[in-house]
């Protein structure tokens, strides 16, 4: 299985601030990409698509940097709610792929007031 | 009401025995997994089904037990032969393979 990797954390990161964090990815031939959130003791929740050089939803930016295959994802004008873990996730194209999206681990990110 | 529904919530087990846990979605998703997170870990793959009466093992699968004889259902069986089976248990459900997923609530299993 093709890796996905993404820094642990935690970031602690005072209210209002920008934060960002990458995801980098080993399978050149990915094409699509998924951000995800969860919060502690829930399931994971699908926070962002990207399908092409990036996307944007709000205060979430996500850019897909295919050079050097990490995607990151940014959040502006951050807020106490968004304290949670990032997964990134990663289609395997390779094998046919149909054992679905590698899972990074995740960054823990806590916003402080 | 559309969605992912994953029973029980919570389930506590005496070692030795076997438990079934129950994912059910109308979303009409061909791929269903089942994966386990431990605390301050990341997902593991344990099955996976592509479509109905067929299913692959993923990364974990020793110790488990899977079905699809629904499109619907993806029931998952923890056996005695799983070692350390506690554990939070999430099923998940996508279009496709190359598709995003989407979980259900998940089932916190608990051996005693």
């Known amino acids: 299985r093709k890796e996905v990797e993404q820094d642990p954390g935690p970031f602690n990161v005072p209210e209002g601030a920008t934060v960002a964090f990458n995801c980098t990815y080993s399978?050149?031939?990915?094409?699509?990409f998924f951000w995800y959130r969860q919060d502690c003791r829930k399931e994971p929740k699908l926070l962002m698509s990207?399908?092409?050089s990036g996307n944007e939803d709000g205060r979430f930016t996500a850019q897909l940097n295919r050079a050097s295959q990490y995607i990151s994802l940014l959040i502006r004008d951050s807020k106490l709610s968004d304290s949670a873990t990032y997964l990134c996730?990663?289609?395997?194209?390779?094998?046919?792929?149909?054992?679905?999206?590698?899972f990074g681990k995740g960054t823990h990110l806590i916003i402080q007031p | 009401d559309g969605g992912i529904t994953q029973s029980p919530k919570y389930l506590f087990r005496k070692e030795g025995q076997n438990v079934t846990l129950s994912c059910e979605q109308n979303?009409?998703?061909?791929?269903m997994y089942w994966y386990r997170q431990d605390p301050g870990q990341g997902l593991r793959l344990i099955y996976y089904?592509?479509?109905?009466?067929?299913?692959q093992k993923g990364d974990i699968a020793e110790g488990y037990s899977v079905s699809r004889e629904k499109k619907e259902s993806f029931p998952l069986t923890v056996t005695s032969a799983q070692k350390n089976p506690t554990a939070f248990y999430l099923c998940?459900?996508?279009?496709?393979?190359?598709?995003?997923?989407?979980f259900g609530p998940g089932t916190r299993l608990t051996v005693l």
């Open positions: 996730a990663v289609p395997d194209p390779t094998g046919g792929g149909a054992d679905g999206l590698t």
């Open positions: 990207v399908y092409s």
């Open positions: 998940a459900t996508a279009f496709s393979s190359y598709n995003e997923q989407f």
């Open positions: 089904s592509q479509i109905v009466n067929d299913f």
């Open positions: 399978n050149s031939a990915s094409q699509s």
């Open positions: 979303l009409n998703h061909d791929a």
